[in-house]
């Protein structure tokens, strides 16, 4: 009987990249998708129009923030709907579980995750729009989370935000993002973008205290001065001390994640430790158009189409879930190729990779892999990533166990038990799955991958150091020769005039 569970689990496991996670939710959420999906990729151009976009930009901006402002109120609203049905359904379940009603209490926490996971995906479509305040800039997104356990969703803290997000975004060039409702921003309490200005991390403080607290916090920390937070406190209570010291906290964290966006180089506090952010200058290559050939294919009638990108990823589109797994894991025995196996909709479970809504995808194509009209899944050979690197840049990547620091292989591009890496400053510099989600969420090609790491790696900078250390010699010659002949010069000048 064990064997028999334990193989049905391993089943489960292998079909779940086919199955549609949207045929999870009701009619009703898969259809509120659809009008969020329009409200942010298209209301903008269907108001102003395509041709007048880059003209009429004021216009333009304020019509797509009009989109963006409707779908906030939208899910907001949707989102404290489920957060009561969550306490009502946790409420029921406890009760259950006093009257040892296993079945009915099986029935609440079923759908309290069920509620749980359509408000995952209604933050989804927020954290797009932030996405793209962002210019879909990874390295900035990454730094504006805590660890886990620091989401505070609440109906309480997302009335207060909406209430001052919707005073700025009175303004039609302006948008305001509570960022509660995203699954990331876990600094400031709005993402506020206007134009001209920029975008900028918001804390929103009502009450006298609150105010008076946030103001001396934010001079505290912008003139670091040693004795004022002393003198400020001195007289407070215990209650007060902590009130203010939380408050500071929270515009240290603030000002610090700012200072790492804006300079590159920092603190990270979600993985606690000083960053160098390294995405300047770096100029992605997508595969988007061979997944629009393959949905092209299944609207044209096939009930399958594969791709493969760079020799080192398989991308799949099928119609049906069954389909997909007996032709996707035929053709993966067949070529023996290996990976990890995503369907393009698991960005909605991972706050840190460009939501599904993003994509530089055609806006039905999208529309069908929301409805489970269309199923695409993608895997990454890692083996034949490190093949692809090395073919373009002989000794590029290498392998090597894991050190102890890195516990989790599920991390790191991994063949077999050992890891990738690239020697960079002359240290071993594993590759880490943040570019796994690059080339499957993102659809960044591989090689283009490959390029990044190379110009990065010891490969490419220790020949191009060799050659600026043997450029500079040579113009320290000429300049050395040129002085000399100048001297030369003058004394024939002086002997000549001397005549």
Known sequence: MTDALDDSKVMEFKMRPFISSWKRLSPELVSLAKDLLFLIRKHGIEKVGEKDAIKERRDFVSAVHEGWKIAQKTIAFEVILRLDDISSLKAQSKEFHRQKNSKEKMRCLRESRIKQYEIKVLRRFIDSIVWVLFNNEH??????????????????????????????????????????LTTFVHAGDL??????????????????????????????????????????TKEFNEKDIKHYTRTKKQWQRLTDITQTINNGTGYDYYHKKQVNIEDENYIPIFYNQDIVNIWSDIKSGKNWSIEVIDNCVYVGAYKETEMGFLGFNSWMDGTNFKGRVFNISDSIGANFVQP??????????????????LIIVLCLDCRKFMQLGN???????????????????????????????????????????????????????PANIVDWIYKGSDLYTTPVQNKQSTSAKT????????????????????????K
């Open 356 to 373: 599904l809504f993003n994509l530089d995808l055609p806006h039905e194509l999208i529309e069908d892999i929301i409805t489970g009209d």
């Open 475 to 498: 113009v320290k010659k000429q300049a050395k020769r040129a002085k000399k002949n100048k001297n030369k010069n003058a004394k024939r000048s002086r002997r000549l005039n001397r």
């Open 139 to 180: 390295s900035t997104i990454r730094r504006l989370a805590l660890p886990d356990g620091n989401d505070n969703l609440s109906k309480d803290n997302i009335i207060d935000s909406m209430i001052a997000a919707d005073l700025i975004n009175e303004d039609a060039t302006s948008i305001a993002i509570v960022s509660d």
């Open 191 to 232: 993402v506020v973008f206007k134009m001209g200005e920029g975008v900028t991390l918001t804390e929103v403080k009502s009450g006298d205290k609150n105010i008076e607290f946030s103001h001396a916090a934010q001079f505290s920390v912008e003139t670091k001065c040693q004795h004022f937070d002393e003198q400020y």
């Open 391 to 445: 073919d373009r840049y002989p000794g590029l990547l290498h392998l090597a166990p894991l050190p102890k620091a890195f516990s989790d292989p599920d991390d790191y591009f991994m063949i077999d038990d050992k890891a990738i890496f690239s020697y960079k400053n002359g240290a071993m510099s594993f590759i880490g799955t943040g570019l796994e989600s690059r080339i499957i969420f993102d659809l960044q090609r």
